[in-house]
């Protein structure tokens, strides 16, 4: 079994992860997660290898499906099949894999949604391992699954346990499309809102023109606009469109309206303002799409 640092290393990392999903959201930088410190002392979060161990640890501390992955990482039936090191079964990061799954040490899986940006979702177990194939079948899990205590951890069935990790899996794959779809419109936008120009990457948005809902809805770049999260709530409720030449129209009735400065500078004021659009032409929203949306602004007026 592995020594009491290793389960301190993951806490503190667990810890760290729960923060800065909090503080600066879902998408984490390369350069935080190579330059991650634990009392003073540099503790990469993730290497030049997939299964990442740090010099700290006994064994790997995360496993990591790259931008461009040479390799056949996927999602099915609630769990992710994350392929061997090489073809070696017995190469030391499989080695160190296996036995994470037979004494259910929790690791982080990092997905990356582009170059150098990645998102975390932990705690990540292996829960097979299937040499004929080259790959470990793995799954998320609650938080509180990390490291359990006393008799509560034991109340729940085994059942139970994989229905939830299933559950908590597919999710996570669903969130990987939002969250990828946030960071390739936001960095569109040049990391700004394209109504108001607000520049605080916290407080901006990836808008779907067309709903993620509907069959049209895909998660590609010129279905996306990149919005504040007040502009975002306006132009999901109708308040405003963005017509298909780039131009911005307001509601008559919100124009008319008469309910302080917010109401003037955050809606009335854009009124015949031109979209900031992305730098490259193939980013901008597509006029189709913008059509479309246009009309059903003017059925809801």
């Not at 940006?117 to 004929?132: E, K, L, N, T």
């Not at 080259?134 to 938080?143: C, E, K, R, W, Y």
């Not at 779809?181 to 023109?209: G, K, M, P, S, W």
């Amino acid at each position: 079994m592995i020594g009491v640092a290793d389960w301190q290393i993951r806490r503190a990392v667990f810890d760290w992860l729960a923060e800065q999903r909090e503080s600066v959201g879902e998408a984490l930088s390369r350069d935080s997660l190579v330059h991650f410190e634990l009392d003073g002392r540099r503790v990469p979060l993730v290497g030049p290898s997939g299964i990442w161990k740090p010099a700290v640890c006994e064994l790997p501390l995360s496993i990591t499906t790259s931008f461009r992955s040479p390799y056949g990482d996927t999602f099915a039936d609630g769990v992710l099949n994350y392929a061997y090191r090489g073809t070696d079964p017995q190469h030391r990061d499989n080695v160190g894999l296996r036995r994470a799954w037979r004494e259910r040490v929790p690791l982080v899986y990092f997905h990356a949604l582009e170059a150098g940006w990645y998102m975390p979702s932990h705690p990540a177990f292996v829960i097979g391992d299937d040499p004929r194939r080259l790959s470990f079948a793995v799954q998320i899990d609650d938080p509180s699954a990390a490291f359990p205590t006393g008799l509560a951890s034991l109340q729940i069935s085994e059942d139970e346990g994989e229905a939830r990790r299933a559950y908590l899996t597919r999710s996570v794959r669903q969130r990987l499309h939002q969250v990828a779809f946030r960071q390739r419109v936001i960095r569109a936008y040049q990391e700004r809102c394209a109504l108001c120009n607000l520049r605080h990457q916290e407080l901006l948005d990836a808008a779907h023109i067309i709903p993620d809902t509907d069959p049209e809805g895909d998660p590609v770049v010129t279905n996306g606009v990149a919005l504040c999260k007040l502009h975002h709530a306006a132009f999901d409720r109708f308040f405003f469109a963005i017509r298909p030449d780039y131009v911005i129209e307001v509601r008559p009735s919100i124009l008319a309206e008469h309910d302080g400065p917010m109401l003037i500078v955050g809606l009335q004021q854009i009124h015949s303002q031109r979209l900031l659009l992305p730098r490259r032409p193939t980013d901008r929203p597509d006029p189709e799409r913008l059509e479309r949306r246009y009309a059903e602004f003017l059925r809801a007026g």
